[in-house]
């Protein structure tokens, strides 16, 4: 296990890189001048050249690259342009916010879909698993933020349950968590119910029910274990892919995250920012991946005597 574990990091360290000499080479073709950005719009021109060239901005781009690399590479990721403070300042404070509202999202979107799913498969083609799969497809055709509005009219403006936007008690994740989580968990019930489906048509759970075993034992202990496998995938690059991804959800509820901030920086062209966040989040899914990988190797034996 330890050297599949260090396999799969030294893998991990040439992607990374690939996805940085990417981004790298697209901002490139954004117009910018950090002076410019830095020093405000009437900054003489001669301070704003001297500034340019004081960051590199003029060097070509392959040498701008491995500058910047070999930086990273000291834990000096550059300075926002717009708050002057090294990029990791500015981007860790958000992301406890943002982290909060994916694994809620996550957990919830689990918790609902999960045992629908199974539900939906035991009992193939009742009322249940014809609801189940009606309100699968609704759920799962609504838009998260057209679903966010939609909960903001009822619950904060109609009912006044719950805070709209912000930040102040636990109240005001609710509404955000329920836009993300509803719709995975939609999709989730769907993946589990067919997975489930496959499963139990399996000769082992046929040798089970032959041996007597109760019929809670066979879908838990002998169905379940078996069909989680690409539900725990599917988790895991939802959870990976909230990270960075719940940006119109962060800003439908006025939640100061680490979406909210990339997009800032997208507008500001806050290079450093744009780039840190981009590590940052690739770095995360990579190492999500990798927990979702040893995940396999406890819910099937077989994987884990590969490793």
């Known amino acids: 296990m330890g050297k599949y574990i260090l396999r799969r990091l030294l893998v991990m360290i040439p992607t990374l890189l690939f996805v940085v000499f990417i981004i790298f080479a697209i901002l490139q073709f954004i117009p910018n001048s ?24 003029y060097d070509p781009m392959p ?17 926002s342009y717009k708050y002057s403070k090294p990029v990791f300042e500015v981007l860790m404070p958000k992301f406890p916010t943002t982290a909060k509202l994916a694994f809620l999202s996550m957990l919830v979107s689990a918790v609902i879909g999960i045992p629908v799913g199974i539900i939906a498969a035991v009992k193939k083609h009742s009322m249940a698993d014809r609801s189940a799969t009606v309100l699968a497809l609704l759920l799962g055709s609504v838009p998260s933020f057209f679903l966010g509005v939609l909960m903001i009219l009822l619950f904060s ?29 939609a999709f ?32 838990v202990c002998h169905g379940l274990r ?69 995940i396999y190797a406890v819910l099937d034996p077989r994987v884990g005597a590969q490793y």
């Open 34 to 57: 950090p002076g410019r950005i830095i020093l405000g719009i009437n900054a003489p021109q001669e301070q704003v050249e001297l500034l340019n060239q004081q960051l590199g901005y």
């Open 63 to 79: 040498v701008k690259f491995v500058n910047y690399v070999l930086n990273a590479l000291k834990g000096d990721f550059g300075e």
């Open 157 to 185: 403006m109609k009912l006044h349950w719950l805070p709209s936007n912000g930040l102040g008690t636990w109240k005001n994740y609710i509404m955000p968590v329920l836009t993300l989580a509803l719709p995975s968990a």
């Open 188 to 219: 989730l019930s769907r993946l589990t119910r067919t997975t489930m489906l496959d499963t139990m048509g399996q000769d082992y759970i046929r040798t089970a029910r032959a041996k007597g075993c109760k019929p809670t034992r066979v879908v």
């Open 226 to 294: 078996n069909a989680l496998m690409p539900v725990v995938t599917q988790l895991g690059m939802n959870f990976a892919g909230l990270l960075g991804g719940a940006m119109i959800t962060e800003q439908v509820f006025g939640l100061p995250g680490f979406s909210t901030m990339i997009l800032a920086a997208m507008k500001t062209k806050d290079v450093p920012v744009i780039m840190g966040s981009t590590i940052f989040i690739s770095a995360m899914f990579m190492f999500i991946m990798l927990v979702v990988d040893l």
